[in-house]
Structure formats: structure tokens, C-alpha cells
């Protein structure tokens, strides 16, 4: 497919449906909805909003309710994410394997259209990266994906959804990639389970990270791979009626890890009572409990926390200092 076609193949895409993609906003990178198609950077920069708020929005209702009766949320349109980089289609892979039984994740991403392509970050905040190879297709969750040669991109179709836009606009030219699973026959890579060997050697490094950072969730919310959420119900003002909501939150958020219980010392029960604990919490979520549970890391190594933390940390030295070595 050729840069002029592959203009043309997203105004194509851009007539029936809402399109996200890279997009220079204010000399940043960002995901955001396409007006003009000419305005879609495919780069090896990496964006600096990930695909997450719309496959999983920061707030959504999951139902209404009215007295004792239940009624299903608004059905979310049919979205287009375009130009995820394999870093991002990693992470894509990983929700959904950590939403594979949630309903309204797998509502959005059935409706979604994932194409992903193949310039690989080179960032400074970027680790866990490996050269682009035709087999790492076959673990990733997308519908098409562009691979970049000199003056044009190779096609390949990671579904059947995926053929069938192509077939419509009209290229036939693609390669089907079949999807096996997110888990490598090999498992997790020899690194990671470094990293989750001796995670336990060194308790000092939470104490010297909770003396500096200041609880403001941004790692959180900035995450393509952070999931943890609040729900709550939201009142109508017709008597008994109302929505429940599910929101993003997190970890780093004092009141998240709260129980029931009297207090202790005037202070509310919690189970993470300290800033060095909450994160060691969510490196240990990361990098020891996903891995464990899903064999996958909660980390794709975007470096994305690292950008926006406003003191500093940074987590690519953090894992360094825990494996007492070089990331690859």
C-alpha cells in the first residue's frame, strides 16, 4: 500500500466511522479523533495518550436502573484506533486478557477497528523493545497492520473484520496473520523473570522513591496497561432511578485501598497505609502478581510514567536497580 493510498484508505475509513489517531497537538503527539486525515503522523514517536480512554473510558455506565429493574447501558459506537505501535498493541493484548470476562470491554473492542503499524519507538523513556519481526504479529490482538518499507507498507489481517474493510476499500494485496494467543510458546522472557526473582532483594529502593513522589496518580492514569477503576451509583433525579458507573482510579490515591473498620490512631483502615507501600504495590501488581496470574507483565514498557512524573521518577532506573543490571 502506498502513502497516497494509505491517505486515501483512512478518508475511506473516516466516512462511516469515528477514526482516533496520532496527531501533533500543540508540538505534542497525542490519540485523538481525526478530522482532517491529512493531520495522521505515523512515526516512531510514540504517542503521548495512549488507545486506553477509548477502549476503556475514564468514566462509563454499566446500566441504568429504575425501582427494581435493569436496563442495559447505551451500546458505544463502532470506533477506528489507528497507527498503534507494536509497543500499543501489546498492551491492547494485555486488557485483553485482564478484561477476557468483562462484557463491556469486549463489547468496545469487537466494535473496534485496531490497525496497528510497525515503526518501533526510540525514545529515551522506552525499554522492553525488540526489533519488529513478522512473528511477533501472530501474539498481538489487531485487524490490520502496516508494516513500513521504503516508499510503502506491507498488509497483513490479524481478523476477519480486518479482511473485510480491506476487501470493501478494495486492496487485496494482504497477508493473513492468524492469532495464537498473547503467551509465547517460550513463556515469559528471561529478563522478566529476573526482574520477578529478586524484586524482594531490595525493600530500600520504596523508601527512597515514597520520600519523593507525591501521590498523584499520573503513572496511573498515563498507563496504557493500569487498570484499577471505583464504581458507584449515580442518582437521577426521578425517585429510584439512576446509572452505575465505573471510573478509572488509583492505587497511589489514599482513600483506594480503604475497608471497613474502626479506626486506628483517628485514621481511616487501610490496607496500603504508606507511600512507599502503595508503590511497592503497584510495581509488585506489575511486575510479580500479572506475570503470575496471566504470564504477562503489567508493563509494556512505554515509558510513559516516566515522561509525565513531576519528580522525576523514573522506572526504567527502578527496574535496573531491582535486576542490579542493564534492561536489554
Not at 503499524?117 to 497492520?145: R, T
Not at 489514599?254 to 485514621?267: L, P, Q, W
Request: include cysteine.
Amino acid at each position: 500500500m502506498t502513502n497516497k493510498r494509505l491517505r486515501q484508505f483512512i478518508e475511506y475509513l473516516s466516512r462511516q466511522n469515528i477514526v482516533w489517531a496520532p496527531q501533533r497537538i500543540g508540538g505534542e503527539l497525542v490519540m485523538e479523533r481525526v478530522s482532517d486525515p491529512k493531520n495522521v503522523e505515523l512515526s516512531s514517536e510514540l504517542p503521548l495518550h495512549s488507545f486506553k480512554k477509548i477502549l476503556v473510558p475514564p468514566q462509563e455506565a454499566l446500566f441504568n436502573y429504575e425501582n427494581n429493574k435493569i436496563f442495559p447501558a447505551v451500546n458505544p459506537p463502532g470506533q477506528v484506533i489507528f497507527g498503534l505501535t507494536v509497543v500499543d498493541l501489546k498492551a491492547v493484548t494485555f486488557l485483553n486478557q485482564i478484561f477476557a470476562k468483562d462484557p463491556h470491554f469486549q463489547n468496545r473492542l469487537k466494535k473496534a477497528l485496531i490497525i496497528g503499524q510497525s515503526l518501533m519507538p526510540k525514545g529515551k523513556h522506552q525499554f522492553f523493545l525488540e526489533k519488529f519481526e513478522e512473528d511477533v504479529l501472530e501474539h498481538l490482538k489487531f485487524d490490520v497492520f502496516l508494516a513500513a518499507q521504503k516508499d510503502k507498507f506491507l498488509v497483513y489481517t490479524g481478523s476477519e473484520d480486518g479482511q473485510r474493510i480491506l476487501d470493501d476499500f478494495g486492496h487485496k494485496d494482504y497477508e493473513h496473520i492468524e492469532y495464537v494467543g498473547p503467551i509465547r510458546e517460550a513463556g515469559l522472557d528471561s529478563q522478566m523473570q529476573k526482574i520477578r526473582g529478586k524484586f524482594y532483594e531490595d525493600d530500600k529502593i520504596w523508601q527512597d522513591l515514597g520520600k519523593i513522589c507525591i501521590e498523584c496518580g499520573k503513572c496511573t492514569l498515563i498507563c496504557p496497561c493500569c487498570f484499577c477503576f471505583d464504581i458507584f451509583d449515580q442518582p437521577d433525579l426521578k425517585a429510584g432511578a439512576g446509572k452505575r458507573c465505573r471510573a478509572w482510579t488509583a492505587c497511589f490515591y489514599t482513600d483506594f485501598s480503604e475497608v471497613a473498620g474502626r479506626e486506628i490512631e483517628k485514621k481511616k483502615p487501610k490496607f496500603l497505609r504508606s507511600t512507599p507501600e502503595r508503590i511497592r504495590f503497584w510495581y509488585e501488581h506489575k511486575f510479580v502478581r500479572c506475570p503470575d496470574e496471566i504470564s504477562l507483565p503489567g508493563c509494556v514498557g512505554c515509558g510513559r510514567c516516566t515522561k509525565v512524573c513531576p519528580v522525576g521518577i523514573d522506572i526504567k532506573e527502578n527496574l535496573q536497580r531491582i535486576l542490579k543490571g542493564k534492561l536489554k
